[in-house]
């Protein structure tokens, strides 16, 4: 047995059974002589339930996933050519199919023997929309070996506990090429000269091309606003993650300057209660040795 089909074996096992089956796992590579393999297989973390489900529905349902990857690539390419009514289209459709996943996964898991809570199930779909936006996340999901749910938050994809993801951004490279086909499909091919045209239809016809144009320019207008806008509610949220890591990264420093000051008062109170002690044993022995004179 290699690493990567005892890293199957391991994700595939049910959920409460991974860190026995991770140890077995060690042991039969380490007796066959992996020693690298068998470490590298002890570092993997039990996924949490909304992980474990994910991994579920990317072995169960690896049809359906790809689907779900494919739209992805649509709304990137609607994005990088700022196709807001292609953007319009897709929308409904992501909607319907993380509708169509989480219900399919439900059931799965059910038949595992393992409940759903409404918590769970709103992670797994956050992780499913995360694969759909990111091509990271989504090749991490696909893989099926997620030791914790992922979230897509406007600037990246972070897992269950806050921490930054793999990210995968739209490169500009990608962008250019996307631009490209958005020009192929709208190109018109030039007319050709028409010796019948009357000069009215001729009107008519270059009327109605002003027109078209004048609406493309608009809706193009319109998309670019909206991506502007996103991205621009996108960079405040990066820009608040930063400002309340500062205050958390102070607080701590306080926190820490606090515990030490407290630390240290206690050993100055310590040494005062006993130098009170000994100046009133001292009082007392005074006195007495004062009345017997």
Do not use: C
């Amino acid at each position: 047995m290699e690493f990567e089909e005892a890293a199957g074996a391991l994700f595939a096992a049910p959920a409460g059974e991974f860190i026995t089956r991770r140890n077995e796992l060690a042991k039969e590579l380490k007796a066959a002589g992996d020693q690298l393999g068998a470490t590298r297989l002890k570092a993997l973390r039990k996924p949490t339930v909304a992980a474990w489900l994910t991994n579920l529905v990317a072995r169960e349902l690896p049809d359906e996933i790809d689907d779900l990857l494919a739209l992805g690539d649509e709304f990137r390419e609607a994005t990088a050519d700022l196709d807001g009514e292609r953007l319009r289209t897709l929308t409904p459709k992501r909607h319907k199919l993380l509708d169509q996943l989480a219900k399919s996964a439900t059931e799965l898991a059910e038949r595992k023997g393992q409940k759903v809570s409404a918590d769970v199930a709103q992670k797994l779909r956050e992780t499913l929309d995360a694969a759909l936006v990111d091509p990271a996340a989504g090749e991490a999901v696909q893989e099926g070996r997620l030791s914790s749910a992922l979230r897509h938050v406007g600037f990246g994809v972070v897992d269950e506990s806050g921490e930054p993801s793999n990210v995968t951004p739209l490169t500009d490279e990608r962008r250019q090429r996307a631009q490209e086909r958005r020009r192929a499909k709208t190109a018109k091919p030039e007319p050709e000269p028409e010796e019948t045209e009357s000069p009215a239809a001729k009107a008519k016809r270059e009327k109605a091309e002003r027109e078209q144009e004048k609406r493309e320019v608009a809706e193009k207008a319109a998309a670019k606003k909206e991506f502007e806008e996103a991205v621009a509610a996108a960079e405040a949220a990066e820009a608040t993650v930063a400002d309340l890591d500062t205050q958390l990264t102070d607080a701590r420093d306080a926190l820490i300057a606090a515990q030490e000051a407290v630390h240290r008062i206690g050993e100055e109170l310590d040494e005062a209660r006993k130098a009170a002690r000994a100046a009133q044993k001292e009082s007392r022995e005074a006195r007495k040795r004062y009345n017997r004179l």
